[in-house]
């Protein structure tokens, strides 16, 4: 199984940036796909969330309104879309997939966005 995030970057405040995680080894219509961050010395925050189905997606307040996710089952990608973005938004995301019928789950390794001018 591999799940490999993508679109790492340095963007200025306000600026807007894609992340895409790329899934292999799965049935990845069976696994609902979510989106995590990590800055020094936090806990891991969940960002968004989306079902295998593509049909239900949740934002935290946090980045409502400004991030949105979305996946594509026939590529199987799921995509973070981050508008409007914040110094407090720097972190590492990572991406996981969590089995729709079992408690598997993988992660990404990671990819660093920093928000700074």
């Known amino acids: 199984v591999s799940v490999v995030e993508s679109g790492r970057g340095l963007v200025e405040p306000g600026g807007s940036l894609t992340l895409s995680c790329k899934c292999s080894g799965v049935p990845f219509d069976e696994y609902h796909a979510s989106w995590h961050r990590q800055t020094p010395g936090k806990a891991l925050e969940l960002v968004a969330f989306?079902?295998?189905?593509?049909?239900?997606?949740r934002i935290v307040d946090s980045v409502k309104g400004r991030f949105t996710i979305s996946r594509d089952n026939v590529r199987d990608l799921v995509s973070l879309e981050m508008n409007s973005l914040k110094p407090e938004d720097t972190a590492v995301y990572y991406c996981?997939?969590?089995?729709?019928?079992?408690?598997?789950?993988?992660w990404g390794q990671g990819t660093q966005v920093t928000v700074s001018s």
């Open positions: 989306i079902t295998g189905d593509g049909n239900n997606a």
């Open positions: 996981k997939i969590q089995g729709m019928s079992s408690n598997k789950e993988f």
